[in-house]
């Protein structure tokens, strides 16, 4: 089997990105097709890749636009919603002006001017709802477009006959009714684009975190720089002070302190030296490598994870959106109800009366409220997020994530710090504030920990040296000072066995140590721990009150795991575990569950993006805020509560909408009809009605702000 990726531009609703899969299935060779709205993407699973060039075809034929690039989708999104603010105030202006004339100015000049402006908003303004629900009907696919095109273009045309007095019964002109359709869907899909063209940028910023160049070494000994995609197996490159490795090899030569949180989650760097295997994407904090790669650059770790973004961005969750699930049908029913309505009036009265009440059916079922029922609770909800420090980036998320009854947690930088903190030491004050001003020379993560702790005096003429692997050599005069672990103690034959049986004391709690000596006496030593953070014991027991049961994955150790779940009464947790496995996990747990995943690091990024509901913060990994749904601009644990509160709201308000949506057309369309004894609904009146249905949804969506 095949894999084919495609980015997809001018997807408008669910509705879009379901009618490909439908197409693209039938598609003889076609195995499975998955496309995404939100990601703007799809996959397809073929037999033969020479059926790239149908599936293009197809999709395209359904009025879509295939993207090549990732950069071309971003500025294809962003001129897509320049063109459609512009088109929006085009016609909230040409629609109040029709307005003002048909209320105000009657006569043959008045006509004649909302005539010609109406058309343009119809016409001009509104054409892709016409070219969409054309092409759609094509291929036998009834859409939210459908209605809105037949709503517009009924009263256009109810109006345009009326204008050349085909009609003699009813000579009012109803273009105000068509234009103002097209401004209210206008409005509610503009900003619903808005909102959600946040979501689309990660994939855009995925490419900030390739690696560009790579300085390849000769056979002859010269070094020459290339294209890191060019990179393959058996190459020996050089990677120097601050780079990143651009394949996964083996290391030949060289010490280094590596950072490999994009892979472990973990903030302490790894001391790699030579025979370690060294993956693509770490980072060197210090020293300098020679690795020969043992496969290509384009198949290493990072690009596997990028892959696996792109997949789980594609792969299905349950999604409570019920407007997209039935408007199909809707569509259909509302069409074939008109035309059963003309007739019926057509054989009993003649056809100017059935003329007006097929039409004013078809308008006051037109589907603004059921469009607007969601995206206008949405963006409400999006406001009310930004001001208390929570950016919601993928807006269905809202919509799942008060029914979640499971959240999986990452541990470091998540439940815990993302630093080191002074738990216990036995230096004397004098001993522990030299210690201090030499850490601050340094910018190893243990170093910020005596930062955060003590305000020290930057004053030192020495020298400082780091020792790769093992601490800090510091010589002031005639003193030598070694700062590290218990290897460079024992590698400088200094006895540090009284300081060893302190720490130990506090292994459990504070696993991390170092030993300060002097001269080759050992002065004491200090061990560190990474802190909850102070919310994180209220969420969890809030979480628990709420039903939602909380686990830990971790790339971490087991000790360092247990003790976090045990200080925060978490019964399940996992330690030691890759991307893939974190991924797989969430994957299993999905085909049972809705999932929340709360992560930080690089490796959180596929998890972040698979789970039903994910959540990140501002200062996590680029990657990470680029998958989750929702980012937390404040470090502060008990936003995620807030943001189960905030979720709940919106979809009762949703809920509310679509249920009012429904109600008022159960209850109109009759009327419309002309099946109510004694009421009577003129083309121009059901469209007052519709446009009151739209402003109750508009008004209690809004209650949203003030939650």
Known sequence: MNELKLKIGNMTCVNCSNAIEKVCSKIDGVEDASVSYVNSSGVFLLKDLSLETKIKEKIQALGFEILQEEQNLYEFKLQELKNMKTKLIISIILSSIVMYFEMFIQGNVSALIQMFLSIIVVFYCGKDFFIHAFKGLRHKNLDMNTLISLGAFTSFLYSFFVYFQVFSKDDYLYFSGGAMIISFVLLGKYLEEKAKFKSLEYQNKLKSIDIKKANILLEDGSIKSIPSVFVKKDDVVLVKEGESVVADGVIISGEAEVDVSFLTGEFLPLFKKQDDEILAGSVLINGNLKIKANKKAIESSLEQIKDLIFKAGNIKTPLADLANKISAYFVACIIILSLFVFAFWYFKEGINLAFLHACA????????????????????????????????????VLENL???????????????QDNLSIYKHNLIQEDFQKLAQIENLSSHPIAKAFAKDFNANLNLQGKLSALIGSGLLYQENEDMYLIGNEKLMFENDINIQKSKRFLQEFEDQAPVSLYFAKNGICLGGVCLKNELKKEAKDLIANLKQKGVKSIILSGDNEKSVSKIAKELNIDEYYFGLKPEQKLEFIKEKTKKEKVLFVGDGINDAPALNLASASISFSKASELAKKSGDLILIKDDLSLISYCFELSKRAKDIIKLNLFWAFI??????????????????????AALVMCFSSITVVLNSLRLLRF
């Open 361 to 396: 059916t078809l308008l006051i079922s037109c589907p603004c409220a059921l469009g607007l029922a969601t995206p206008i609770a949405i963006v409400s909800a999006l406001a009310n997020g930004a001001r208390n420090f929570i950016l919601v980036k993928n807006p269905a």
């Open 402 to 416: 008060s029914s979640i009854k499971l959240a999986i947690f990452d541990k470091t930088g998540t439940l815990s």
């Open 664 to 685: 008022y057309n159960i209850l109109c369309i009759p009327i419309a009809a002309g099946f109510v004894p004694f009421i009577t609904l003129s083309p121009h009146l």
